[in-house]
């Protein structure tokens, strides 16, 4: 395993992540009636919108303070408050979450304070605000949803009674993920709050009249009451401490907390069922041991032809840490293994399971397509794993890719691909094989024909 | 809480043609929590510049800024991809802290190292502008120890609105046009436009049956070699207003080269487009044979317009793009298909644009500046629009309203410039407003849809 590249170049080609604020949206649009401010310049919001919007095929209202030259050199303070009362005008929401984008943070703006002075002004109007510092260079948007998680919960939780719903925290996955994961929960019939949740708010049924404000999503009374829950399962291995949400139950109210890796492949699977079955005492029903009998089955039917698999797979260190684990249970060989975000975790969770690979694996942190082309063309990879911002993979490599993760720009659905839980799993595993074979036998027959028949005559 | 309420603020941005006498304000800043559909300067300033294909188009910020405009257009290009790549000197705390500007000399090293471009452009973004980055300085000290050009591009996103990174952009290119003391006759340049889908590939091809050069389309397929050239040209013919008013403006003070406008979307246009371009070079063979295309073109095309004509008896239209110059286009497009349109906006059009739209629309028409999501919502139902011309962001809002809609945006992969252009608009037109989808809408109203 080495470490390497991205300290000694001077310029990012083809960014492999987003910025923070990014995922700060992602993670509020999870709550009920929420909407958006972000704190800066108009551009920053557009952008963000755009790019939620044309993943989610769903409009995505953002609000932003505008900040012109004259915030800049004077303060955004009334800028961020007209923002405010205008959103609340058109939008009436429960919670406004406000962000802040780079040139907030560059010019210090303290929003804490706005936004208190804020409540003060309007005293007594019943309106929750939730504030997070999301500069755009602090971090990738992985790093941003879930630092906003953890302070949605410390704006909104208060303590609370104990109660028998567990806390169950997601990293950013589809919202077909979302509710595959409710599905199994609804079958062992566990009582939870699941958050942030943009399962309904970001994959809307066609209704009419149409709706601005999306009343799914985690409800608050429910955020506000996660403190006295029994447990924390949170799908998220590669968080720091500083930036999760688990552990700010865990220090604040005493929530036990259990860190999981995201439930794709087998062996996650069965750690988050196991975690289900210990917290609340409840087993495993036949339907799922059914299951996990078909996936099984189903990876026994592939693993030939998974065998021939050399993947790069790249996007935010969550997903990647749970997909490579199930490239490696399958024996597809994980050639590259890539994030934008800069983190040691990453490298340090794979360590024992590269240990034992049979050959190298190429973790790279903080990295960009430019180095994840060059080592995955050089380890001959022949098929890649992540969302469409590796589409030159495929068009400048020819590396095949397989859409998955956060933003699928390209092609419909990303955001109704199922792959968690063994059923999500075994749907994953099938579209990676597929490909696979689809590179075998395209070329079969000239190849054939190439190699041997020229040869011989 | 019921109909949510309209921001005060924003109601002269809003007129309704023959209600109101005042004019439309635009041209101004967005206002905080409007949920305003424009980007920012610096994202103004890389659509336009951003074809230029064997430019290194670097930007100077956090990475985000890079990261979504990767590859922002599907502007094509016959020879280098460079302009594809997205390069970023991603910004990091301790950068804005202690300065960026080693950073970025360093940047342009490595990539003068890499690809030896001749051209690299650097973009400065919100953050740049705030820690005072001397980009000038560092651009010219690179470009004297690279012998290359290295242009800065004054893009700070808190600066303006799009405008002015259109205006930006221009500035850069002005930078590169350099005097040659030749002047070609019949030789024209092109702007705004970015050869979307091989757009500027189609009209050179109609202006070389008539005889005309195209010398240098600004920006779509052109390289750092090509633009140089630009002011040979004896006329500069300017598609997207917006962007290059500006440039065409500056190149008629400085070069003497005059310009005129055209459009060439719908038949009409292309044909007004085509003539005027002969008659502005006084080419008399050049409009003969601009006769020829047209007749040819029109009579091939017309039938299959009107075809698609028919389907669309009634259906009314509602616009919210970019320029205002599209916008004025796209009333007289929908007009040849038999539509009305009865709600347009742009996010950056300008006086004399609305103008000309308010002179153009039916009474009762919607005519809005910088509108909102909300806004559009609300005016695309009371007006009964049945589709809506927009971008990405509208799409999704128009499809939840239970709207046709039709792309126009930067991405899109089809050309809708020319004659193949109407077609494929017809053709896009009918393809979502006819859609047997709306049939299963829960209280659809559209027993006449085909
Ligand atoms: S990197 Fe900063 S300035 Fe750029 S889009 Fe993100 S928050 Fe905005």
């Known amino acids: ?457 | 809480m019921g109909e949510a309420l309209v921001v005060s603020d924003r109601e002269e941005f809003i007129t309704t043609k023959g209600r109101q006498k005042q004019p439309i304000k635009c041209d101004a800043d967005s206002i905080a929590g409007c949920v305003s559909q424009r980007a920012c300067v610096y994202c103004g300033a890389r659509v336009v510049l951003n074809p230029i294909t064997d430019a290194a188009h670097l930007v100077h910020g956090p990475i985000g800024c890079a990261s979504y405009t990767w590859d922002i257009r599907g502007s094509l290009s016959s020879g280098s991809e460079l302009y594809r790549n997205a390069f970023s000197t991603d910004l990091q705390e301790e950068d804005v802290i202690f300065g960026g500007g080693k950073k970025l000399t360093a940047a342009i090293d490595e990539l003068v190292g890499k690809y030896q471009p001749k051209l690299i452009f650097v973009y400065s973004t919100c953050i740049v502008g705030v820690i005072g980055d001397d980009l000038n300085a560092i651009c010219k000290a690179a470009a004297l120890k690279h012998e290359i050009e290295v242009i800065p591009v004054q893009s700070s996103g808190f600066i303006g609105n799009k405008s002015a990174g259109y205006r930006a952009a221009c500035d850069a290119i002005l930078q590169l046009l350099q005097p040659t003391g030749i002047k070609k006759a019949n030789s024209i340049n092109y702007l705004g436009d970015y050869n979307l889908a091989g757009e500027a590939w189609i009209i050179e091809s109609y202006l070389r049956e008539m005889g005309i050069e195209l010398n240098v389309v600004f920006t779509g397929d052109s390289s750092s070699e090509k633009l140089k050239t630009a002011t040979q040209a004896s006329l500069n013919i300017m598609q997207c207003a917006g962007s290059t008013n500006y440039l065409a403006g500056k190149m008629e003070e400085l070069y003497h080269i005059p310009y005129i406008r055209v459009s060439f979307l719908g038949l009409q246009d292309t044909a007004d487009s085509l003539r005027q371009i002969a008659a502005a070079l006084g080419n008399e063979e050049a409009a003969r044979k601009a006769e020829i295309l047209i007749a040819r073109e029109s009579a091939r095309i017309q039938p299959v317009i009107d075809k698609y004509r028919r389907k669309f008896a009634g259906k009314k239209a509602a616009v919210y793009v970019g320029g205002g110059f599209k916008a004025i286009s796209l009333i007289k497009q929908f007009r040849e298909l038999g539509m009305e349109v009865v709600m347009i906006g742009t996010q950056t059009g300008r006086k004399e644009e609305y103008e000309t739209i308010n002179s153009l629309v039916a009474d009762g028409t919607v005519i809005l500046d910088d509108a909102n999501p909300a806004e559009l919502e609300r005016f695309m139902t009371k007006q009964g629009a049945n589709l809506l011309v927009g971008g990405v962001k509208e799409r999704p809002l128009a499809y939840k309203l239970g709207i046709a809609f039709i792309d126009h945006n930067h991405d899109r992969k089809h050309p809708l410039s020319g004659y193949v252009g109407a077609v494929n608009f017809a053709r896009e037109v009918y393809s979502t407003l006819c859609s047997p989808v709306w049939n299963y809408l829960p209280d659809h109203d559209r027993g006449d849809v085909v």
């Open chain 1, 1 to 457: 395993m080495k470490e390497k590249k991205a300290a000694c170049r001077n310029v990012n080609e083809n960014p492999c992540n987003m910025c923070m604020p990014m995922g700060g949206i992602l993670a509020l649009k999870g709550i009920e009636n929420t909407m958006v401010v972000l704190h800066g310049s108009q551009g920053c919001s557009t952008y963000m919108r755009r790019h939620i919007s044309e993943h989610f095929n769903e409009p995505v209202d953002v609000g932003s303070s505008s900040l012109n030259e004259k915030g800049t050199i004077y303060g955004g303070e009334k800028n961020l408050k007209q923002a405010l009362d205008n959103v609340r005008k058109v939008y009436n929401p429960g919670v406004i979450g406000i962000l802040t984008t780079c040139l907030a943070e560059t010019i210090g703006e303290d929003i804490g304070r706005f936004a208190e002075e804020y409540l003060q002004e309007k005293n007594g109007e019943e309106i929750f605000l939730v504030t997070a510092p999301t500069p755009g260079y602090g971090g990738t948007q992985a790093e941003g949803y879930f630092f906003t998680a953890r302070r949605i919960l410390t704006c909104l939780t208060k303590k609370s009674e104990k109660h028998n719903k567990i806390n169950l925290i997601v990293s950013n996955i589809s919202p077909a993920d979302i509710r595959e994961i409710k599905r199994i929960l609804n079958l062992m019939e566990i009582k939870y709050t699941l958050f942030p949740d943009f399962s309904d708010t970001m994959d809307r049924p066609f209704q009419r009249p149409y709706r601005k404000m999306t009343p799914e999503g985690t409800k608050i009374e429910d955020i506000r009451k996660m403190s006295g829950a029994p447990a924390t399962l949170q799908l998220g291995m590669t968080v720091e401490d500083a930036l999760s949400p688990g552990k700010y139950l865990a220090e604040t109210f005493g929530v036990p907390l259990y860190n999981l890796p995201l439930p794709i492949g087998l062996e996650n699977t069965d750690r988050f069922m196991e975690v289900l079955q210990e917290v609340t005492g409840k087993g495993l029903p036949d339907s799922l041991q059914q299951e996990r009998g078909r996936l099984l089955d189903g990876m026994i039917d592939s693993h030939k032809y998974n065998f021939l698999g050399r993947a790069v797979l790249f996007g935010e260190p969550e997903l990647v840490y749970a997909l490579t684990r199930t490239c490696l249970e399958n024996g597809i060989h994980p050639v590259v293994v890539a994030t934008g975000s800069r983190t040691a975790k990453l490298a340090e969770l794979l360590q024992p399971y590269i240990e034992a690979a049979p050959e190298p694996v190429q973790i790279l942190s903080g990295t960009d397509f430019a180095v994840i082309r060059k080592y995955g063309e050089a380890a001959e990879a022949n098929v890649a794993i992540g969302d469409s911002t590796g589409r030159y993979l495929e068009e400048k490599a020819g590396i095949p890719l397989i859409r998955i993760g956060f933003p699928i720009l390209d092609r419909m659905g990303g955001h109704r691909l199922l792959s968690v839980g063994y059923t999500g799993t075994m749907a994953f595993l099938d579209r990676v094989t597929n490909t696979l074979l689809d590179s075998k036998l395209k070329p079969y027959r000239s190849r054939m024909y190439d190699t041997f028949y020229r040869k011989a005559t």
